[in-house]
């Protein structure tokens, strides 16, 4: 399928032609030596022998930077052999590749020309080494002065109606630095239209955990899994997506610890995991981690958390000391209204809408009855939905109710994808207004920001399609390959007068592009990030609250980067030349002097500069504390949840996507999805043998999914069908791929998450 420009005969989706399919049993476990051997593969190949063992000796290491991928955070020893995984390894060698793309490789290939290039073969061109500019009526980057580009962004934004024609997306890579710095300047320019990564996976997360507990982050410590008595874990496949966390498990279960899987996909890394940082984990069959696995159907969750609850709830009354009533009337409100409106479904129904095995589910409710030294951990699993909100607070019913809160071994663990994106909100990436946040930049820095609520990234793609918003500037991430509608979104970036990106490496965002873009190659984590021959180092935030310092060591691939807040300042420098009551260059080009202000501005980052060094320090829970005091009553709230309603036509099913193994987020690494057995190809959908049957499919068969929603059909071409354990009525399929088929207009309930994980869609066999 292809969209095209005016002017640019551009591929909106790439190609949509297979690789070469071959299909093995699913592995049996996850990491051991497979995982080292392939990591060690991608490194040596895209960073040479010597490098590649340099660089991870300083990987996740106090004293050097942090790892590109996710957030998992650091052990306080880390290990001497590498405190990495797999992934964390491909994450490295994509960014610390020897490869480049230079002048000469514009020169040579038109963006028509790369667009119908895979996402995996753009991602594997190379670093960007110098500012490039498209201009109209050309189909090639050139190279362009930063002295030029910033000139040309000032006049672009000078241009504007209105500073809320801007649009400012942040991904999680950067820096609580350059995040700041970032959100400075927006707010500065008159907008709080920054969109962010958040926006597209954890919202639902931050939403449900605000209003129940008072803080939209997780509430444990990375020390509590030793000591947890039971782990659950809902719509999160760590196996691939966070990897260090299956350590983390592996000491609950040698701890005498239990984990629960919930998820429509029995994932390989959840059945046994081999440690590759031990002996015994390569030698031995490694670690059984799941205890019982319940395959529930997708985005029933609500469903089958309430069942259990009701369960819990039959069992206290009949024996007592299954809920913490003492924690329950001290610390919460609404605990008689939840009973109460469980009373409205029978056992029957919940167990039939979740799709598991009653016995399982059985032994899931007497293991909770039993303990109380809980972790719920969840991912995108449970927040793309339509009532993605809703799944996070039916979690923190459960928890509430255990009195699981507050105490060593029990607690939230939302599971953040980016390395960064939970600092970058922490700093002050938001949409959202913060009186508070207003009145401490004013008085810090002399101005007044905005107090209009700006776009989210749902309604910032609607505006640019519409023609409201006509710059979109992105500091990191893959934009369109990322976002929810494709196509939609595609033809909402062309309409803009100017995209600029910020990035390391090419993707596709830089091709289907403004009717002029401009591409500023800044540094990667892992290199040297010099001033008049002083290094510098920034901080973030990994995803149970903890700031620490993060310093590269490798020789940029380039001399013509620069780092994120120098982009930023030299933006800001030549927007407001010196007419501005902040001193843009300095604060750019001194990151202490960055902290310095953030400590002002932003509660518990005091003595930052200092504190943030060596293993770093904590930000303030007030679920730690249990201290609820801002929230209604004092208290942490019970909520009351609906069931899901998907109204599923006869011929339709629910797709989720999902990632492979051999990607982060929309960075392809490679071909093959070893868990699931799946290589050299990307075009599959998995799908239950029984739903095969009925619909006379066979394996490799070639079908269209389709998505129909307000009468508007959506078609992603060309996939290989999978025979897979996998729910009936469930199908299963890559991102970025499959995301032309999720609906711009819907999304989660407050939190305007994209339906990712559950997009109704009939199957047309070719």
């Known amino acids: ?25 699913p592995a049996a476990y996850a990491a051991g030596l497979p995982a080292v051997k392939v990591a060690l593969q991608h490194a040596f190949k895209e960073m040479g022998i010597v490098k590649s063992l340099r660089t991870l000796s300083k990987m996740n290491q106090k004293e050097g930077f942090d790892c590109p991928g996710c957030a998992w955070p650091d052990p306080e020893k880390p290990s001497k052999l590498g405190e990495y995984c797999e992934n964390g390894v491909k994450a490295i060698a994509e960014e610390a590749t020897n490869k480049q793309v230079d002048k000469d490789f514009f020169a040579k290939y038109s963006v028509e020309e790369l667009s119908r290039w895979s996402d995996y073969q753009i991602g594997k061109s190379g670093r960007l080494t110098q500012p490039m500019i498209l201009k109209p009526d050309s189909i090639y980057y050139e190279p362009i002065s930063w002295e030029k580009a910033f000139t040309l962004i000032a006049k672009q934004l000078h241009d504007l109606d209105s500073p809320d024609q801007g649009v400012f997306y942040t991904s999680g890579r950067s820096s609580n630095e350059a995040a700041f710095l970032y959100g400075l300047f927006v707010r500065a320019f008159g907008t709080n239209n920054m969109p962010d990564c958040s926006n597209m996976c954890h919202e639902s997360s931050g939403v449900a955990l605000t209003e129940t507990l008072g803080i939209g982050k997780g509430s444990v410590k990375l020390e509590d899994f030793d000591k947890a008595e039971v782990v659950m874990v809902i719509g999160q496949n760590p196996g691939t997506n966070h990897p260090r966390m299956l350590s ?33 984990g390569v030698l031995s069959s490694g670690t059984s981690l799941t205890d019982i696995h319940l395959q529930v159907k997708i985005n029933q969750d609500v469903p089958l958390l309430k069942l259990i609850i009701k369960k819990l709830a039959a069992l206290d009354k ?12 001290k610390y919460t409100n609404g605990h008689e209204k939840l009973l109460g409106d469980l009373k409205k479904y ?52 459960l928890l509430l ?155 940029p691939i380039s001399d013509n980067l620069k780092s994120e807040p120098e982009i930023i300042g030299g933006i800001a420098e030549s927007y407001f030349k010196g007419e501005h009551p902040v001193h843009w260059k300095s604060l750019s080009e001194n990151y202490d002097l960055i902290r310095e202000k953030i400590e002002k501005v932003i509660k518990g980052f005091e003595d930052v500069n200092k504190k943030s060094k060596g293993s770093g320090f904590y930000l303030p829970n007030n679920v730690r504390d249990l201290d609820f005091s801002k929230l209604p009553n004092q208290k942490a709230q019970f909520s009351l949840c609906d069931l899901p309603n998907h109204n599923i036509n006869e011929n339709e099913f629910l797709l989720m996507t999902i990632r492979s193994h051999d990607q982060f987020n929309t960075t392809i690494y490679g071909l093959d999805d070893r868990y699931r057995g799946v290589y050299n190809e990307r075009r599959v959908v998995f799908i239950n043998r029984l739903d095969m049957k009925t619909l006379k499919l066979k394996k490799f068969d070639v079908v269209n999914l389709i998505s129909d929603y307000d009468n508007k059909e959506r078609i992603a071409s060309n996939f290989l069908v999978i025979p897979y354990n996998i729910p009936q009525g469930n199908l299963a399929s890559y991102f970025p791929e499959t995301n032309v088929l999720v609906p711009f207009n819907h999304f989660a309930d407050k939190s305007h998450t994209p339906i990712s994980k559950s997009i109704k869609v009939r199957i047309e066999k070719i």
């Open 346 to 397: 029978s056992e029957e129904e919940l167990l039939k809408l979740s799709g598991v095995n009653e016995s399982y589910s059985n032994e899931v409710v007497e293991l909770l009855a039993n303990h109380n030294k809980i972790i719920i951990c969840w991912a995108m699993g449970l927040t793309q939905h339509k009532n993605g909100v809703d799944n996070i607070k039916e979690c923190v019913n």
């Open 401 to 555: 109710l255990k009195g699981s809160l507050g105490k060593p071994g029990a607690g939230t663990c939302p599971v953040r994808g980016h390395s960064n994106v939970q600092g970058d909100r922490t700093v002050g990436i938001m949409h959202h207004v913060s009186p508070s946040l207003n009145e401490s930049i004013k008085k810090t820095f002399g101005f007044s920001p905005p107090d209009k609520e700006g776009l989210d990234t749902v309604h910032a793609i609607q505006a640019m399609y519409k023609g409201n918003a006509k710059v979109f500037i992105a500091l990191g991430g893959n934009f369109l390959s990322a976002a929810a509608d494709t196509e939609y979104t595609a033809e909402a970036l062309q309409n803009c007068n100017l995209t600029v990106n910020i990035s390391t490496k090419l993707n596709r965002t830089h091709l289907v592009a403004g009717k002029t873009a401009l591409i500023l190659p800044t540094l990667g984590r892992s290199e040297l990030d010099e001033k008049d021959g002083r290094p510098r180092h920034f901080t973030v935030e990994n995803s149970m609250g903890k700031v620490h310092q993060s310093k590269g060591l490798l020789k």
């Open 318 to 329: 009949e024996r007592g000391n299954v809920f913490d009533h003492e924690f329950i009337q």
């Open 1 to 25: 399928m292809m969209s095209t420009t005016k002017k640019r005969n551009i591929s909106v989706l790439g190609p949509n032609t297979f690789t070469g399919i071959e299909l093995k049993e």
């Open 248 to 280: 983390a498990l592996q000491k609950c279960k040698e701890n005498g610890g239990k984990v629960i899987s919930v998820n429509p996909l029995e994932e390989s890394g959840l059945i046994r995991f081999k440690n590759p940082q031990e002996i015994k």
